[in-house]
C-alpha cells in the first residue's frame, strides 16, 4: 500500500485500520481467533496503522481490543505503528448503549494510563498515543506536558490529540509537538474542514475517524438492516433510521454513480474522497470481513481529479442529508 506522512516523520499505510468495532460499538465483540487472523492479513496486505485506545472493550472486558492488537500484531510490532488513547472512560452508571464519557485529562492519569496500553499492547513504547478527549478541568497544556514527559522516557515517540479544534491544537503544540489529530471526517461529517489551514501550518497530520460515516456511505445499508440494541452504537446512530435512509438516498446515488464511473466501489470513493483532499490525511475505517479489509486498502489506489472532488463537494452542499452520529456525550 502506498504510505503517507503524520507531522514531521510518522511514516503510515496511507489507509490504516481502525480496530475499535471488532471489540466494541458494533454488536458483542468479534471472535478474537478470526480477528486475530485477519490483522495478520491486514499486516500482510499492507496495512502498517492500526488504531485502537485503552477502552475499547466490552463490560466484561473493558481493554479486550488492545489486547487483541497485543497478541495477534506481537510478531509483527518492528514493521507497524501502533497507536492508542488515554484519557477518557464510560460513565458505566449510564444504561444508555453509547455510554457517557468521562474525561480526564490529568497527567497521573495519562502517565498510569500508557504503562497499561503498553502491558496489554505487549510492547514498549507506542507510535503515536492521543489524549482521546480535552478534559475541560484539566489545561490541555499540563496534558501536552505529560505526553513530553513519556516521549523523554521513551514510552511513547509521537503526541496525538482526538476531537481537537484549533485553539486546543495550538495550546497543546506549542508544549510538545503535536503530530496528529484524530477527529470525526467524512462526506457527512465536514466540520474539522475548517481546521485544515492549522493543520498545514504547525505541519500536524490528520486521522479521519468513521470516514465511512459508521459505514453508512458503504450504501451497503438498507430499512432492513438490524443492529443489537443493547451492543450496537448504529441501533441509535440518526444515520441508520428508516427516516435518514429515505433522506439520503440522492446523496448515494449520485455516490455509486461516481463509483461506476470510476470502477470502484461507494466506500472506495469516500476514503479517496478525503485522500484526495490533503496528502496528510488518513482515513482509519473499521471493518471485521476480509473482503472489506481489502476493498477499502484499494481505496488508496482511486484517484480522484480535483474537478471530481469539486463535483463531490458540490453534491454534498446540495442534496438533502440526515443527521450523521456526532458522538457520545461527554459528561461535565
Ligand atoms: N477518536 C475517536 O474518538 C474515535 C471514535 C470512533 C472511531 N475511532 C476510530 O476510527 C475507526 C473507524 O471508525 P468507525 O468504526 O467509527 O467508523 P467507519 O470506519 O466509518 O465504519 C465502520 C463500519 O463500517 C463497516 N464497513 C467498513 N468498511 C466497509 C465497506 N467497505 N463496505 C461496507 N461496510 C463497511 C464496518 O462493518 P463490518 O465490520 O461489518 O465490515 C463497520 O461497522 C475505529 O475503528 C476507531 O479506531 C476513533
Redesign the pocket.
Known amino acids: 500500500m502506498k504510505t503517507r506522512v503524520l507531522g514531521k516523520d510518522l511514516e503510515v499505510s496511507a489507509i ?7 471489540s466494541h ?2 454488536g458483542p465483540a ?1 471472535d478474537k481467533k478470526e480477528m486475530t487472523e485477519l490483522l495478520c492479513k491486514a499486516v500482510e496486505k499492507g496495512y502498517t496503522f492500526f ?3 485503552e477502552l ?1 472493550g466490552t463490560c466484561e472486558n473493558p481493554h479486550d ?1 488492545e489486547e487483541l492488537l497485543g497478541e495477534a500484531l506481537k510478531p509483527y510490532r518492528n514493521r507497524i505503528v501502533l ?1 492508542s ?1 488515554c484519557g ?1 472512560r464510560f460513565d458505566e452508571s449510564s444504561s444508555e448503549v453509547n455510554k457517557p464519557l468521562i474525561p480526564d485529562g490529568r497527567p497521573e492519569t495519562i502517565k498510569a494510563s500508557v504503562d497499561g496500553s503498553l502491558r496489554r499492547l505487549q510492547t514498549d513504547h507506542l507510535d503515536l498515543y ?1 489524549i ?2 480535552i478534559d475541560p478541568k484539566v489545561p490541555v497544556e499540563e496534558a501536552a506536558g505529560a505526553m513530553k514527559e513519556l516521549i523523554d522516557a521513551g514510552k511513547i515517540t509521537h503526541f496525538g490529540i ?2 481537537a479544534d484549533e485553539h486546543t491544537l495550538r495550546r497543546a503544540h506549542a508544549v510538545c509537538p503535536v503530530t496528529a489529530v ?3 471526517y ?1 462526506m457527512m461529517y465536514r466540520d474539522y474542514e475548517a481546521i485544515f489551514p492549522v493543520l498545514e501550518e504547525l505541519q500536524i497530520g490528520f ?15 438498507n430499512k432492513e438492516s438490524k443492529f443489537e440494541k443493547g451492543t450496537d ?2 441501533s441509535v446512530m440518526p444515520q441508520f433510521t428508516p427516516e435518514a435512509i429515505d433522506k439520503n438516498e440522492e446523496m448515494l446515488r449520485y455516490l455509486k454513480g461516481m463509483a461506476d464511473r470510476k470502477n470502484a ?4 470513493i ?1 476514503l479517496a474522497w478525503m485522500m484526495a483532499k490533503k496528502p496528510w490525511i488518513v ?7 476480509y ?3 481489502i ?2 486498502a484499494q481505496a488508496a489506489d482511486v484517484e480522484l481529479t480535483e474537478q471530481e472532488v469539486k463535483e463531490l463537494d458540490n453534491m454534498l452542499e446540495s442534496v438533502p442529508m440526515s443527521e450523521v ?1 456526532g ?1 457520545s456525550k461527554i459528561k461535565k
Open positions: 490504516g485500520l481502525g480496530c475499535m468495532g471488532m460499538a458494533y468479534a488504531d485502537t485506545a475499547y481490543n497507536a488513547k477518557i492521543y482521546h478527549r482526538s476531537e484524530q477527529n470525526r467524512s486521522v479521519a475517524f468513521s470516514p465511512l460515516a459508521n459505514g453508512f456511505l458503504s450504501a451497503q445499508y452504537y448504529r466501489t461507494p466506500a472506495q469516500s482515513p482509519i475505517p473499521g471493518t471485521r470481513k473482503g472489506r479489509l476493498e477499502n452520529f458522538g
